[in-house]
């Protein structure tokens, strides 16, 4: 079974960094990873949840409005690892960050999320 696993949360000041690491496990093949578009989303308190970068198997990015230049979604493969690299972090970016992978070729239709780690920014 497929998990995902957000870590690097936590409290930071505003003006500060963060890296956020997606570990995926379970797939049946040991490749299976690089066959997945990552993406990290993220939720605040009362509002929707926003795309905040995403990063094809094939290594094109995008970049939500707002967070390129700020933020660097980047993967490795060989470790089944995808990350967000947060800089210059402000209270808005206060949230719930999520990870989420969907497959493409092969595993076109696979879906999967993460719990989720909180970001706090403040003072």
């Known amino acids: 079974q497929v998990q995902l696993v957000e870590s690097g949360g936590g409290l930071v000041q505003p003006g500060g960094s963060l890296r956020l690491s997606c570990a995926a496990s379970?797939?049946?093949?040991?490749?299976?990873?690089?066959?997945?578009?990552i993406y990290w989303y993220r939720q605040a308190p009362g509002k929707e949840r926003e795309l905040v970068a995403r990063l094809r198997n094939d290594g094109t990015t995008y970049y939500g409005e707002g967070f390129m230049g700020r933020f660097t979604i980047y993967r490795d493969n060989g470790k089944n690892m995808a990350y967000l690299e947060m800089k210059y972090l402000t209270p808005e970016d206060t949230a719930v960050y999520l990870c989420n992978a969907q497959g493409v070729r092969t595993y076109r239709g696979r879906d999967y999320w993460g719990q989720g780690t909180q970001v706090t920014v403040s003072s």
């Open positions: 379970g797939f049946a093949s040991g490749s299976a990873f690089r066959w997945f578009d």
